[in-house]
Nanobody, 122 residues
Framework: QVQLVESGGGLVQAGGSLRLSCVAS????????MGWYRQAPGKQREKVAT???????DEADSVKGRFTISRDNAKNTVYLQMNSLKPEDTAVYYC????????????????WGQGTQVTVSS
């Protein structure tokens, strides 16, 4: 079994910062691409940022220059540093990871965390 557990969400004023963390645990053979997605009320889930196992990143245009994704492979953790937050960033933020489990002979599959609420007040 694999678990992704997010933390770091909360309520912040516009212009403020938050740092989200997501730790993967369980029977992990290899941790491949990881990322953050968000879903606002009444909207579809959208990609915020992704990072490969080698550290290549990709961010949505709406967060470029404000959000930074990073990872610590030794800790099986991915982070999302969010600066200059805006009310439109309010959403539930979900961690996602492509994980090869067990002894490694099965193909990787995607796992989701339970989500953490981020609320930005104006």
């Amino acid at each position: 079994q694999v678990q992704l557990v997010e933390s770091g969400g909360g309520l912040v004023q516009a212009g403020g910062s938050l740092r989200l963390s997501c730790v993967a645990s369980g029977s992990i053979f290899s941790l491949n691409a990881m990322g953050w997605y968000r879903q606002a009320p009444g909207k579809q889930r959208e990609k915020v940022a992704t990072i490969t196992s080698g550290g290549n990143t990709d961010e949505a245009d709406s967060v470029k220059g404000r959000f930074t994704i990073s990872r610590d492979n030794a800790k099986n953790t991915v982070y999302l540093q969010m600066n200059s937050l805006k009310p439109e960033d309010t959403a539930v933020y979900y961690c996602h990871a492509d994980i090869t489990t067990g002894s490694g002979w099965l193909p990787p599959r995607g796992y989701w965390g339970q989500g953490t609420q981020v609320t930005v007040s104006s």
